[in-house]
């Protein structure tokens, strides 16, 4: 074994190495785990994944994604070759998008006047357009978009980043879900669940709005002193662990125990976390908050 190799690659070397790596990375904070692979091509730059899904959202080909056939074919008769599930009253013909589009950037890329302001950084910005989903269901379109998958049953996509790289801070999740104040999109929670992988990644969701931005975090009942409250959880975590000790073999039981002590922590270290009022004024005017 080489003296210079770090744990990761040790790890990765062994016959287990990929399901050992794994739950280490799940269960350590990022910033204790040696350095990065040297598997990668590159040093790793990206510390955080965000991800904006906004349902109901301008189509894309009106935005970056310019089709010339539908130009060449507008008005005609539409014809998809296979069948297509349609809303309201059936498929109409094919039309172009309303909107001009022109080249931004070096690499020229093609964008339609509502999003011009975008071609200053076009340049910066990847585009996939080999997406494609099959079925025009709302909820089916909302698992394809949040999961890879077009049925429920799977991790979220933050689900997945989480149990790779870990997190950070012990005392808070890895993955957050900040929803729209109006409600949630087609399939609400299931967006983020976690499905087969431990439950410890699933998201939390967040609204900031609200005066408890996390749903049961602090106990309501008047009766409930802090001393009690604590004495409950260390009684919780005790029986846990006595269940757990009987039944070694299943993986469910400590991702649920976890679960369960990051809610605990949760409760010091969320309170703080979501307290901007010492959030310095520069902060609050640049998420517009200076009016809030």
Not at 27 to 40: I, M, N, T, W, Y
Not at 123 to 132: E, G, K, L, W
Request: a negative charge; one cysteine or more; charged letters at 20%.
């Amino acid at each position: 074994m080489n003296p210079m190799a770090s744990r990761r690659d040790f790890l990765k070397q062994g016959s287990i190495g990929g399901l050992a790596l794994a739950s280490m990375l799940a269960r350590e904070p990022l910033l204790g785990s040696g350095a990065p692979s040297s598997d990668l091509h590159h040093p790793p730059r990206a510390k955080r994944v965000i991800q904006l899904f906004m349902a109901g959202a301008a189509s894309h080909l009106d935005m970056f994604d310019f089709k010339p056939e539908l130009v060449k074919r507008h008005g005609e008769k539409s014809d998809f070759g296979e069948h297509v599930e349609a809303f309201q009253n059936g498929l109409g013909p094919w039309m172009k998008s309303p909107f001009d589009f022109k080249r931004h950037g070096a690499c020229g890329k093609l964008m339609s006047e509502i999003v011009e302001p975008l071609g200053e950084v076009v340049d910066d910005i990847s585009f996939i357009h080999n997406v494609v989903g099959k079925s025009g269901v709302h909820s089916q379109a909302t698992y394809l978009q949040a999961t890879g998958f077009q049925f429920p049953g799977f991790p979220g996509a933050g689900s997945w980043v989480s149990y790779g790289l870990g997190s950070e801070n012990e005392d808070l999740p890895s993955f957050v879900v900040l929803p729209d104040h109006r409600g949630f999109a087609s399939n609400g929670p299931k967006n983020w669940g976690s499905a087969f992988l431990p439950t410890h990644t699933q998201g939390t969701t967040i609204f900031p709005q609200r005066a408890n931005p996390i749903e049961d975090l602090h106990p309501q009942a008047d009766y409930v002193t802090d001393e009690s409250h604590g004495e409950g959880i260390d009684l919780v975590n005790r029986l846990n662990r006595m269940h757990q000790r009987s039944r070694p073999m299943d993986p469910r039981l400590d991702s649920r125990i976890r679960s369960y002590e990051l809610a605990a922590k949760l409760q010091l270290s969320a309170t703080r976390a979501l307290d901007l009022s010492d959030e310095p004024a520069y902060v609050h005017k640049m998420y517009g908050l200076e009016n809030a």
